[in-house]
């Protein structure tokens, strides 16, 4: 495919200085990508792009040999372990296999081993296909039949230490069964995670606007790798056994039996495995396996070749980091050029807006492919696509279709640079990106359909409004009759049931009395506190926590949202001048992040509305303050110069204990001003507002009275 604009000269033509430099640019760039594919779990090219560099770099190594040292990548694997877990030396290495992407390289690979062997001209030895799964490996020590550890491959020497997240993966064992196990084992294979478990778990992560994978593989190795292994074990992780590092004993003398034995232990053993006798039987086998691959459940990205004889592997033995016993045939990446009609944008439930290609139908690996995702508004700019534009797309890791480049070439003439849209395309609402986000999200939180049924989950959740008989799952279905659209719609829902001529107790699983019941929870939550309800508003980054800072600041419903139409109001792309935004973001504990995203909810005027409604059928209790007391309960502050006695934070804290609001700036609004030495512009402020300025000694005093 003529995707590449540039074509590097043939290795042959080299000279020995442009050799040195692109081996150094290649090692670089090989160890970027394993960094990210090993220890992000985010590669960012494709497995075809990744082993053509590879290639490359064996090829000029291979004519230069001086070039090679010990670090680089063509004799290492993956790449050092990452922070975090513990490091565990493996006890054999976990080597990598050599490719073949021809027939006529697996005829060779075949070729090599009898010469190796010196096998006689029709001496074919046998070889036992596997598919390739496309997970990670890891490998389980066993002790007396009993899991030990389990260590991920990490650099191949050195993995990280995952035995807790592996213990909760149901396919491992932690007990071999059987008899005659050996004293000590490390049983070797893939973790993987099924694509429709994939896809799934992806659609949750996006409901609780958390990472999405983009492919099955980066799911499981992002689930497995988690400090938390209460996540792991939530996840649904399988796993295949294929191979094995040190036995003290070894139960079986072919890869095949081998196989049939980690079966017999307890161990998932890929059932599509084959023994073949022959070339044909191999590629038959692959070709059999590649048609097969879209509906296999799991993603693979070739088949593995393995001399069956393990007296004969040994023989053969390594060469440098794979072993000259078994290679990879790969699949060639499922790519295929199309013409890129429009870009539509998809709104998550969580607001994210995702760019979707609409393209010219075409089939890509024997499925028709029409739409491709395009990830994000930082992807479009940085391949450059205009709509016209004659594109490649692959099918990455079989499940989600993706553009992977422009073909420069074709495009045509009057085609136009793609504008991100910054209006939400469902609600007309504006849309942001936070800085260092690559997500551009809709505002409109309370009033986008995209959102609602999320919103609405969100907003009578335990920690919101918590009504009884009204959970996610009746949410949906009040929603989906258009019964409750937006929040205020619970509270209104008696009074339309009374007008309706479809009553609610006439709906299956409700009578009189759950309808009654229901009234009633709705009605006692009439009466909310203000940080319950602030964080039932689902506003980005306003959790639990930084619910009742807000609502302790700001004490009231009116005072909260006056307070924010006037932060609103000053909102510009530049940013916000506004002392109602300086006093926001003054308060302990609430940062610039959060400040900005609770202003852009309030600026998006359907937002206010939707709240307005509601508040016209609720209650807002105050949030008690904490010491209503004390001598500066109910009074603004503001700490100036340079505080010896506490730091700011402590300060902020202690005056918010005591009941007082802390502002960033002195105004006529200002009830005190604590003055550090070196004070300065702050000073002459209070004394223009005629506020009362006291030293921090005297501060101290105030609030221990
Ligand atoms: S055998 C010494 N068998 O492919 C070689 N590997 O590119 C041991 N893989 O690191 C590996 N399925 O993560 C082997 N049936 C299979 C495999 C398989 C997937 C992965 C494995 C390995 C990588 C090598």
Redesign the pocket.
């Given at each position: 495919m003529a995707a590449k604009s540039k074509v590097p000269p043939p290795v042959d033509s080299l000279t020995r200085s442009q050799a040195r430099v692109e081996h150094k640019r290649l090692v670089l760039e090989i160890e970027a990508h394993n960094e990210r594919y090993y220890q992000q779990d985010a590669p960012t090219v494709s497995d075809a792009a990744y082993d053509a560099m590879q290639r490359r770099l064996e090829a000029i190594e291979a004519r230069f040999p001086d070039l090679v040292t010990a670090s680089s990548p063509t004799q290492t694997?993956g790449a050092a372990p990452a922070r975090g877990f513990a490091k565990v030396q493996h006890a054999v290495p976990?080597?990598?296999?050599g490719?073949a992407f021809s027939d006529a390289e697996v005829a060779e690979f075949v070729e090599r081993i009898r010469r190796f062997l010196k096998l006689g001209a029709d001496d074919i030895p046998a070889i036992v296909a596997?598919?390739?799964?496309?997970?990670?490996?890891l490998s389980l020590r066993y002790e007396h039949g009993e899991l030990v550890r389990a260590a991920t491959?990490g650099d191949g020497f050195t993995g990280e230490d995952v035995t807790a997240n592996v213990r909760t993966i149901r396919d491992v064992p932690h007990t071999l069964r059987g008899r005659d196990i050996p004293a000590a084992c490390e049983l070797?294979?893939?973790v993987y995670m099924l694509k429709e478990d994939f896809l799934a778990l992806n659609k949750k992560q996006e409901a609780a606007g958390d990472t999405v994978f983009a492919n099955p593989r980066n799911s499981a190795a992002g689930s497995l790798r988690q400090k938390d292994v209460a996540i792991t074990a939530s996840r649904p992780l399988k796993f295949?056994a294929?191979?094995w590092g040190e036995m003290t004993d070894r139960p079986a003398e072919t890869q095949h039996d081998m196989l049939k034995w980690l079966r017999d232990v307890g161990f998932m053993v890929?059932p599509l495995?084959e023994l073949c006798s022959s070339v044909e039987q191999v590629l038959q086998f692959y070709r059999r396996i590649g048609e097969q691959r879209a509906t296999l459940g799991y993603d693979?990205d070739g088949v593995?070749y393995?001399v069956d004889r393990l007296d004969w592997q040994e023989r053969l033995g390594f060469v440098s980091r794979?072993?000259r016993w078994?290679i990879?045939h790969k699949f060639a990446a499922e790519q295929a050029m199309t013409i890129l009609r429009g870009i539509d944008i998809q709104v998550g439930r969580t607001g994210a807006m995702t760019p979707v290609a609409r393209l010219e139908p075409v089939t890509v690996g024997g499925v028709v492919v029409q739409n491709a995702t395009l990830h994000n508004e930082d992807e479009i700019t940085r391949k450059d696509i205009h709509v016209g534009d004659t594109v490649v797309v692959q099918r990455a890791g079989d499940v989600i279709p993706q553009v992977v480049s422009v073909i420069i070439g074709k495009r045509p003439r009057n085609a136009q640079p793609y504008v991100f849209p910054h209006k939400c395309p469902v609600c007309g609402s504006h849309a942001v990106r936070e800085e260092g986000e690559a997500v551009r999200r809709c505002t409109g939180t309370l009033i986008c359909p995209a959102q609602a049924v999320e919103r609405l989950k969100h907003f009578v959740s335990r920690l919101a409004f918590d009504i009884d008989g009204l959970g996610e799952k009746q949410i949906q279905e009040f929603y989906d009759d258009g019964l409750i659209m937006h929040p205020v719609d619970i509270f209104t829902l008696q009074k339309r049931d009374a007008r309706a001529t479809k009553k609610l107790r006439d709906r299956e699983g409700y009578g009189d009395v759950s309808v009654r019941n229901l009234f009633a929870a709705i009605d006692a939550r009439r009466k909310i506190e203000l940080n319950r309800l602030i964080f039932a508003l689902g506003i980005r980054h306003v959790g639990e926590g930084n619910a009742k800072l807000l609502a302790r600041h700001y004490g009231g419903i009116e005072n909260f949202r006056s307070a924010m139409a006037e932060a609103a109001g000053a909102q510009t792309d530049e940013g916000n001048a506004s002392e109602a935004y300086a006093d926001l973001n003054n308060i302990g504990g609430i940062g610039e992040i959060v400040a900005n995203a609770v202003v852009e909810f309030f600026a998006e005027p359907r937002n206010v509305k939707a709240l307005n409604d509601l508040l016209e059928e609720i209650e807002v209790l105050p949030v008690a303050q904490t010491r209503s007391d004390s001598a500066v309960a109910g009074k603004t502050v503001v700490f100036t110069g340079s505080l010896e006695k506490f730091t700011r934070d402590e300060a902020k804290a202690s005056a918010e204990r005591m009941g007082a609001r802390v502002s960033g700036s002195v105004s006529k609004k200002t009830d005190l001003v604590v003055a550090g030495p070196g004070a300065g512009s702050k000073l002459k402020d209070a004394e223009k507002f005629g506020v009362r300025v006291i030293s921090e000694d005297e501060w101290l005093k105030l609030i221990e009275a």
């Open positions: 694997v976990m080597l990598s296999l490719n596997e598919p390739k799964i496309d997970g990670l490996s491959r070797r294979g893939e295949f294929y191979a890929n495995i693979i593995v393995k794979s072993p078994a990879a």
